[in-house]
C-alpha cells in the first residue's frame, strides 16, 4: 500500500558530499514525521534526523552542521543532504516515516520504512 524508497546512496572521498532521496508512494498518502536512520556494520540502528510536516527539525550531534534534512511535501519526498562526509558516516542509511493513507473507505496511520541505501566513504 505504502511504499518508501531511498536513492542516493554510493561511493564517495572522505570530504565529499551526498545527496539522498526518499520518495513515499501509495493511495491519497500524506506524510507526516519523516526521518533518517543509519545503521553501521554490527551495531544498532540510530536516527540521524527528523523532519516535521512544518518542517521542524532535529539532528544526531554527529551531523550537526554537516547534514540538512528537508522535505518537498507535494512530491511525498524526504532528502538528506550529507556534507564534509568521513569514514566513520560509513552505514546503510534508511528512510522512516509516518505515513497517511486511504484503503477502504477510510484513512489510515502507519509507520514505514525504506529498503535502505549504502553510503561509503573512503579515507
Known amino acids: 500500500q505504502v511504499q518508501l524508497l531511498e536513492s542516493g546512496g554510493g561511493l564517495v572521498q572522505a570530504g565529499g558530499s551526498l545527496n539522498l532521496s526518499c520518495v513515499a508512494s501509495?493511495?491519497?498518502?500524506?506524510?507526516?514525521?519523516m526521518a533518517w536512520y543509519r545503521q553501521h556494520q554490527g551495531k544498532q540502528r540510530e536516527l540521524v534526523a527528523r523532519i516535521t510536516r512544518s518542517d521542524s527539525t532535529n539532528y544526531v550531534d554527529s551531523v550537526k552542521g554537516r547534514f540538512t534534512i528537508s522535505r518537498d511535501n507535494a512530491k511525498n519526498t524526504v532528502y538528506l543532504l550529507m556534507n564534509s562526509l568521513n569514514p566513520e558516516d560509513t552505514a546503510v542509511y534508511y528512510c522512516n516515516g509516518d505515513v497517511t493513507y486511504y484503503s477502504g473507505g477510510r484513512y489510515y496511520m502507519a509507520n514505514y520504512w525504506g529498503q535502505g541505501t549504502q553510503v561509503t566513504v573512503s579515507s
Open positions: 501509495g493511495n491519497r498518502i500524506s506524510i507526516n514525521i
